[in-house]
C-alpha cells in the first residue's frame, strides 16, 4: 500500500499571501488530520475530516481552513500568511474509527518571509 | 485544561541500556494513549497503543506502561542501539471524539 504523500514539499511564501497544501491519504482511509509543528511546541492539531465532514477542529484562527474531497484526499489552506506560520505542516490518516493509529505523510516545510 | 508533559531535555543512554521516557498527563481520561517516533524532517512514525483498561503492552524491544491512576505513562527501550536516537512523542485521545492530543516529545540519545 502507498503512503500518505503531501505536497508540496517544500514552500516559501511571502506575508500577505495565501497557500493551499495538498494530503493523499492511504487507500480505504476515511480520516485526514491536519498538524501545524514547530520547534519547541510539538504538534498542534488544526482539524480533522471524515468523509468529507469536518469533524473536529483546534484553536486556530479562521485564516486556516480545509476540506476533503469525495476520494478522501484533503487539502488545508492558510490565507493572509504571517511569519508565525513558518511550520512543519503535517497530515496523518486513519481508517478514522476509534483505537486507530495515525499513518503521517512527509509534511510540507512552509517558510513565510 | 488538558496538559501532557514530557521531558523536554534530551535523554542521553549509553547503547545496551534501558531507555525510559515519561509521558504526564492532567485534567481528564484518555481511553488510549500512543507512542510515534519521529525523526528530523519526518512525520511520526506509530509504536504502540495502549487502552486504559491494560498495564502493559509490548512490542520486540519496546514496552509501554499505562497507569490511570498517576496518570502516567513509561516508555522503555531494552537494549538500546544507536538507531533508537529519534524523539518520542506520546498522544492521548481526547473525549472519544477521534482527536490526540500530543506531547511535544523527548529527544533521546543514544551513545555507542
Known amino acids: 500500500k502507498a503512503g500518505v504523500t503531501q505536497t508540496p514539499r517544500y514552500l516559501i511564501k511571502t506575508r500577505g499571501q495565501q497557500v493551499t497544501l495538498s494530503c493523499s491519504p492511504i487507500s480505504g482511509h476515511r480520516s485526514v488530520s491536519w498538524y501545524q509543528q514547530t520547534p519547541g511546541q510539538g504538534l498542534q492539531f488544526l482539524f480533522e475530516y471524515f468523509s468529507e465532514t469536518q469533524r473536529n477542529k483546534g484553536n486556530f484562527p479562521g485564516r486556516f481552513s480545509g476540506r476533503q474531497f469525495s476520494n478522501s484526499r484533503s487539502e488545508m489552506n492558510v490565507s493572509t500568511l504571517e511569519l508565525g506560520d513558518s511550520a512543519l505542516y503535517l497530515c496523518?490518516?486513519?481508517?478514522?474509527?476509534?483505537?486507530?493509529?495515525?499513518?503521517f505523510g512527509p509534511g510540507t516545510r512552509l517558510t513565510v518571509l | 485544561s488538558q496538559k501532557i508533559e514530557q521531558n523536554s531535555e534530551a535523554l542521553n543512554i549509553q547503547e545496551g541500556k534501558t531507555a525510559t521516557l515519561t509521558c504526564n498527563y492532567t485534567?481528564?481520561?484518555?481511553?488510549?494513549l500512543q507512542w510515534y517516533r519521529q525523526d528530523p524532517g519526518r512525520g511520526p512514525v506509530f509504536l504502540l497503543l495502549i487502552r486504559e483498561n491494560e498495564k502493559e503492552k509490548r512490542k520486540e524491544r519496546l514496552k509501554v506502561t499505562f497507569d490511570t491512576t498517576l496518570k502516567q505513562s513509561l516508555f522503555h527501550i531494552t537494549a538500546s542501539q544507536p538507531a533508537d536516537s529519534a524523539t518520542y512523542l506520546c498522544?492521548?485521545?481526547?473525549?472519544?471524539?477521534?482527536?490526540?492530543?500530543w506531547g511535544a516529545g523527548t529527544k533521546l540519545i543514544i551513545k555507542p
Open positions: 485534567n481528564y481520561s484518555p481511553a488510549y
Open positions: 498522544a492521548l485521545e481526547l473525549d472519544s471524539n477521534y482527536q490526540l492530543i
Open positions: 496523518a490518516s486513519s481508517p478514522g474509527t476509534l483505537y486507530n493509529e495515525q499513518f
